[in-house]
């Protein structure tokens, strides 16, 4: 995989402050049919990391916004960055012994909702959101969420949508960064809160792997 040294050091500068770092699994080593992030409901400080571990099958991290689930947000949203990991086959990289990792910083406290664009998987519930708040609005719940995925009538990747050209404008997220990890490192499935890994001054993405790799 190519990246270019900007976004290595985008990546380096990222961590060069004490930094935590939740992983969030995707599917599972086990079951490869699950449909499920887990943890589905992470809390996270601006500044943090959320790491993706795609663990099998062929799924994707995408951002809605609450509203429309299965649509990225930038269909509704006038210059929203909207993430998007693109697909992360595991299969592909078996052989290697790695797996895909998808990591981004979280720019903001405010919710973050996420789905995966593969197939139904969306509409099956493979959904979950990041510092949801119900004390903002109680409507905006994650089983609220899930509810509205599974009547959406489709399921959209960032490429079959046309930015929204009026509305509001952004509310800021980043893009992440793409890597791979030794499969023997990926953490092991969540249960409730998410892991976090601490990552302290001057490390790099190789050295949150290894930090995973002794968890
Ligand atoms: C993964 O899924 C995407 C979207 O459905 C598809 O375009 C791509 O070909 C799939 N990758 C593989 C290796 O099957
Ligand atoms: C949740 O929303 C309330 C009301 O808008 C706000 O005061 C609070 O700071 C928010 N919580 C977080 C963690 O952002
Ligand atoms: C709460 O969220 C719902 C669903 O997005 C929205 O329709 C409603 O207007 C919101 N309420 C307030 C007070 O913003
Ligand atoms: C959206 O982005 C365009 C091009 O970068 C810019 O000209 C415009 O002012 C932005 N609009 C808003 C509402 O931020
Ligand atoms: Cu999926």
């Known amino acids: 995989m190519h990246f270019s040294s ?3 050091a985008t990546a380096l500068l990222g961590l060069a402050s ?25 809390k996270a400080d601006v500044g943090d990391m959320i ?20 649509t990225p947000i930038q269909a ?12 992360m086959d595991v299969a592909a990289s078996a052989s290697t012994g790695m797996i895909p990792t998808y990591t ?23 959904v979950m959101v990041v510092n949801e708040n119900t004390s903002a609005n109680e409507t905006r719940s994650l089983d609220n969420y899930k509810a509205a995925a599974a009547k959406a009538t489709e399921n959209l990747d960032p ?22 990890i030794p499969s023997a490192s990926a953490t092991a499935p969540a249960q409730g809160l998410g892991s976090v890994v601490s990552v302290s001054a001057w490390t790099g993405l190789l050295s949150i792997a290894a930090a995973l790799a002794m968890l």
């Open 51 to 70: 790491q993706f571990q795609f663990l099998n099958g062929n799924h994707s991290v995408v951002q809605s916004n609450f509203d429309n689930p299965c």
């Open 104 to 126: 981004m910083e979280v720019a903001s406290n405010t919710p973050l909702w996420l789905y995966c664009s593969q197939g139904k998987h969306c509409q099956s519930g493979m």
């Open 18 to 42: 004490a930094q935590k770092v939740h992983v969030v699994s995707v599917s599972s080593t086990t079951d490869k049919t699950l449909l499920a992030f887990s943890p589905n409901n992470l």
């Open 159 to 180: 490429s079959k949508i046309t930015p929204a050209s009026g509305g509001d404008s952004t509310d800021g997220t980043t893009g992440g960064t793409t890597s791979s």
């Open 6 to 8: 900007s976004v290595i």
């Open 76 to 87: 509704f949203v006038k210059n929203a960055t909207g993430m998007f990991s693109g697909y």
